[in-house]
């Protein structure tokens, strides 16, 4: 059964930092990653989505990188804004499934 | 529509009553998911339809849940009976298709559902 763990749950920085988010996942058998943004009160915002074939996806300040055979994806996040203040979740597709998903990484960047 | 659109946005209610729960999808999307996000916990899946298959219920968590889907549009998950632990937001997502090895299974997610049930 394939299980989706985000590290760190929780990470304070002040705003400028760039900053890494952790998504590991049990089974390597999988189509594509996401990455998704929460705000509170809110829906799911996808903001990045790697197949299973590439390495990494970029969006303005934010990277993804994928390594399928190790199980891991990173979120990387540059210079850091008040406004990326927010809960970032992956989730992993895999065939005959829905979209399973780590409980997130709460992120709060100070001014 | 534009987005994914879920009604009602919060409901309270009281242990024991039933609940509707909303969801419109994007127009064009085959594939419909139903999500529970419980405070501090990630998203539950509850439920996915594709096209005109069977639904994939494997998520739901009693006989209490149930989800329809007609015309194979929009989409009302029913909980009977409502308990304390039924409380929480409830996400509903479409994509053009599910699965397999391209962005058309990118998901689409309203803005939940918040259940209170006192």
């Known amino acids: 059964k394939q299980e989706v763990t985000q590290i760190p749950a929780a990470l304070s920085v002040p705003e400028g930092e760039n900053l890494v988010l952790n998504c590991s996942f049990t089974?390597?058998?999988?189509?594509?990653l996401q990455w998704f943004r929460q705000d509170p009160g809110k829906g799911l915002t996808s903001l990045l989505l790697i197949q299973s074939s590439q390495r990494e996806q970029t969006s303005g300040r934010l990277n993804a990188s994928l390594d399928k055979s190790s199980g891991r994806s990173t979120l990387y996040i540059a210079a850091s804004q008040p406004g990326d203040s927010a809960t970032y979740l992956c989730?992993?597709?895999?065939?005959?499934?829905?979209?399973?998903f780590g409980k997130g990484t709460t992120l709060s960047v100070s001014s | 529509g534009a987005g994914v659109s879920q009604s009602p946005s919060n409901k309270v209610t009281e242990k024991g009553k039933d609940v509707e729960l909303r969801c419109d999808p994007i127009s064009g999307h085959t594939a419909l998911y139903w999500y529970r996000q419980s405070l501090g916990q990630g998203l539950e899946f509850l439920i996915y339809f594709q096209g005109n298959s069977a639904p994939d219920k494997s998520g739901l968590p009693s006989d209490r849940f149930s989800a329809e889907r007609t015309g194979g549009s929009v989409s009302t998950l029913t909980i009977q009976r409502t308990q304390q632990e039924d409380s929480a937001v409830y996400l509903c997502?479409?994509?053009?298709?599910?699965?397999?090895?391209?962005?058309?299974?990118?998901?689409?997610f309203g803005a939940g559902s918040r259940l209170t049930v006192l």
């Open positions: 997502a479409s994509s053009y298709r599910q699965g397999g090895s391209s962005g058309a299974n990118v998901l689409t």
């Open positions: 989730a992993v597709n895999q065939a005959g499934t829905a979209l399973i």
């Open positions: 089974d390597s058998a999988i189509y594509n």
